[in-house]
């Protein structure tokens, strides 16, 4: 059952022997500075809002997937498609039931991210940030954003409905930016 408020450690649960899990703290939308305020304070799609700000598209890599029934988690990067940068860590838990078959089939084949399946398919788009976090990079997540591990860096998460139903559960960190 996906919740209207799911939390960091929540979802972290879905992967537990995660060795790159940072460290986190809450942190109130108005201490989240620039760039990263723009890039999280919202209730857009990530995947647009990323591709937004490097100017081009990116790629999902997923690095774990679970799938019990019509309950589907992922742990992902999303990379810049030129240059494969990683901009963005995220772990999500959908509800697959309250996707049509060819929405299902398309997220759980990992090829596109899933911000880019719903939008394509015109599909839930209501988005509603749960929370921001203050982030300190574990040496793994530093690894994949090519930077030391310890750097700060911000995150959010959220949920994203279909009509009054949770539908996706989401915890998205941001690659550090300059600012």
Not at 18 to 39: C, G, I, K, N
Not at 149 to 169: F, H, Q, S
């Amino acid at each position: 059952m996906l919740t209207h408020a799911p939390t960091f450690d929540h979802l972290y649960r879905l992967f537990p022997d995660s060795p790159d899990r940072p460290a986190a703290e809450v942190a109130p939308a108005t201490a989240v500075p620039e760039p990263y305020h723009r890039l999280l304070v919202h209730t857009h799609h990530m995947t647009v809002t990323v591709e937004d700000f490097y100017g081009g598209p990116v790629d999902v890599r997923v690095l774990a997937c679970r799938r019990d029934g019509n309950e589907y988690a992922r742990k992902i990067l999303l990379a810049l498609r030129e240059g494969g940068r990683v901009v963005q860590f995220g772990l999500v838990r959908i509800d697959l039931g309250v996707c049509p078959p060819a929405v299902r089939d398309e997220i759980v084949s990992g090829k596109t991210p899933l911000g880019r399946v719903l939008i394509e398919h015109n599909m839930l788009r209501r988005i509603e940030p749960a929370g921001y976090l203050k982030v300190r990079l574990s040496a793994g997540m530093g690894g994949w954003f090519g930077c030391a591990a310890g750097a700060d860096t911000y995150g959010r998460l959220g949920v994203i409905y279909t009509g009054d139903r949770p539908a996706v559960e989401v915890l998205e960190i941001l690659a550090p930016v300059s600012r």
